[in-house]
């Protein structure tokens, strides 16, 4: 395999976030290298694949080759199993994520970028004129010349830790996942599901996405610090089990999710990082496809901005964080603070809500109205909900 010497913008990670940043550079004219460092891009799927809809747009238009059903309710479970379904506020779907990570990678070659596979980031090297990137490539060993790199390697990210920022996480911010895709002859395609208590998910939830007939993903996430006496897999294994007696398992994957709020710097001097390498994820839900390709786009934007004005200091850079903390990141911390609050509610205050909220007209339940409930049975939580929304 041959590459070239010298490219204006190395990307790591090929999933959506490094696949946006690759293609928005090389759209603006700017010489692009992807490295991914899996055999395809998409695999393994680490994620539960559900995404908004009108969010996706400002990216990729919808397409049946790798939207595998459309929702627009959801239905949270108590401990109790008392089920409250509502309306979503955005139409959402949920993804094949094979078909569509590499989808976003084809587009970025068709862009123009060189997009690789197979080719894992083994350092990074600042030089007079710019910096070195290295990886591996099966037994070979590369190394070519940048002048600035974008990391989106994941949660795990080494160029983050290479560039000499912060990307550390405390247990109690990181959720340890396990999701399986199931079959099974009962499962409704309309809902996505969520169910809540901490003797089923301690400091998380459970989550059902339907990909279609009989068909779903099904997978927990739960506070890397109440993980210490049972994993993640064995409590799934327990409420499959219950819940869907005689299922197949199709496929299944363990991973983890920053929950964290937004990183104090997410650039140095000729790196920006972006997605769950920069702890981009919804702290609330886990969910991090539509954050992470705003982290990509606005990555690349600011690097493209650097090419204009020939700065390529952390100083300069500094403004992709000020665009993220503009579009996503208030919205960002305000639901980690939220997060904190809703793990400190017991399995009782839950069960109650729903009792509450289940004899409201359907038309009037929301997010909001199910936390306010629950709030008003812990009176010590209203201040960090409260500070969550005004900070």
Wanted: proline share 4%; hydrophobic share 40%.
């Amino acid at each position: 395999m041959k590459f070239s010497d010298k490219y204006d913008v190395v990307v790591i990670g090929g999933g959506p976030a490094g696949s946006i940043a690759a293609r928005t550079t090389v759209e603006k004219g700017l010489k692009t290298l992807l490295l991914e460092k899996d055999r395809d891009f998409g695999v393994p799927v680490r994620c539960g694949e559900g995404i908004s809809l009108p969010g996706m747009k400002n990216f990729i238009e919808p397409n049946p080759k790798w939207v595998d059903n459309y929702l627009a309710r959801v239905r949270f479970i108590a401990p109790d199993g008392t089920v409250l379904p509502i309306n979503l506020i955005e139409t959402g779907c949920v993804l094949n994520r094979k078909v569509f990570d590499f989808e976003l990678a084809r587009r970025a070659a068709e862009a123009g970028a060189e997009v690789r596979n197979r080719c894992c980031a083994t350092g990074l090297e600042y030089n007079a004129n710019g910096i070195t990137v290295k990886f591996e490539h099966g037994d070979e060993l590369f190394s070519v010349k940048s002048q600035v790199v974008i990391g989106a390697d994941g949660v795990e990210s080494r160029v983050g830790r290479w560039a000499g920022l912060d990307t550390s996480l405390p247990l109690a911010d990181v959720e340890t996942c396990y999701q399986v895709t199931l079959y099974y002859k009962s499962i409704e395609i309309e809902y996505c599901d969520f169910y809540f208590g901490n003797t089923i998910a301690p400091g998380g939830y459970i989550w059902l996405f339907p990909k279609g007939k009989n068909c779903a993903n099904v997978g927990i996430g739960i506070a890397g610090d109440r993980a210490k006496d049972k994993s993640p897999e064995s409590y799934l294994e327990d409420f499959i089990e219950k819940r869907f007696p005689g299922s197949s398992i199709l496929s299944s994957m363990a991973g983890s999710v920053p929950s964290r709020h937004i990183l104090k710097k997410m650039v140095t001097d000729r790196v920006l990082i972006a997605g769950d390498a920069a702890h981009q994820a919804n702290p609330l839900t886990g969910g991090g496809i539509l954050s992470g390709m705003w982290g990509g786009r606005l990555a690349a934007e600011t690097a493209v901005e650097a090419f204009e004005s020939g700065d390529f200091s952390a100083a300069f850079l500094y403004r992709y964080h000020k665009k993220w903390s503009k579009k996503v990141g208030e919205e960002h911390n305000r639901h980690y603070r939220l997060k904190k609050a809703v793990h400190r509610l017991s399995d009782d205050v839950f069960n109650r809500t729903a009792k509450i909220i289940s004899d409201m007209e359907f038309e009037k339940r929301t997010l909001q109205k199910i936390f306010q409930t629950a709030l008003a049975h812990e009176p010590g939580l209203i201040i960090d909900i409260f500070k969550s929304f005004l900070y």
